[in-house]
């Protein structure tokens, strides 16, 4: 059986022992920890923004970003249209399942809604995502509403 507890976690259950020692360790472990993590997440971001190089001519800009639920997401905005940044976000996604990876684009939407949401979907299955749908989400009603929009066009 194996106890899977966070940084913090471990942290807070090493300062609640009151023991001084074992604080000490503590804040030391947890520097430690948080010093892997970063030099972790900069070296991808580095090895992201070589790829996208090696993937594509289009000029790109690499940034990262912490959310609480998917941990660190890689932003890469792409001077190019949208067919390419998709194209340049499933390339990078296969090579980094798991990894979110986001690609923004500055060109044309070249694409219709419905190659997006196919271009959407081919990308998170190839990262290992599933869809999480916001708290109170009715997708029965967005289907209709959707359905409603397309007929009174």
């Not at 920890?33 to 790109?60: D, F, G, M, P, Q």
């Not at 219709?112 to 990308?123: A, G, H, S």
Request: aromatic share 6%.
């Amino acid at each position: 059986m194996r106890l899977a507890i966070p940084i913090e976690g471990l942290t807070n259950l090493l300062n609640s022992l009151q023991l001084p020692r074992l604080h000490h360790i503590s804040e030391n472990i947890f520097g430690i920890l948080e010093t892997v993590v970063n030099i972790t997440v900069e070296s991808l971001k580095a090895i992201v923004a070589h790829e996208v190089e090696e993937i594509t001519t289009a000029k790109c800009q690499v940034d990262v970003a912490k959310d609480p639920h998917w941990g660190y997401i890689y932003i890469i905005t792409l001077h190019a249209n949208a067919s390419e940044a998709l194209r340049v976000n499933l390339e990078l996604q296969k090579r980094h399942p798991g990894v979110p990876i986001v690609v923004k684009w500055k060109g044309a939407a070249d694409v219709t809604k419905e190659e997006l949401i196919e271009r959407i979907l081919e990308i998170a299955r190839a990262g290992g995502f599933k869809a999480k749908a916001p708290p109170g989400f009715d997708a029965v009603q967005a289907v209709r509403e959707d359905r409603e929009d397309r007929w009174h066009t």
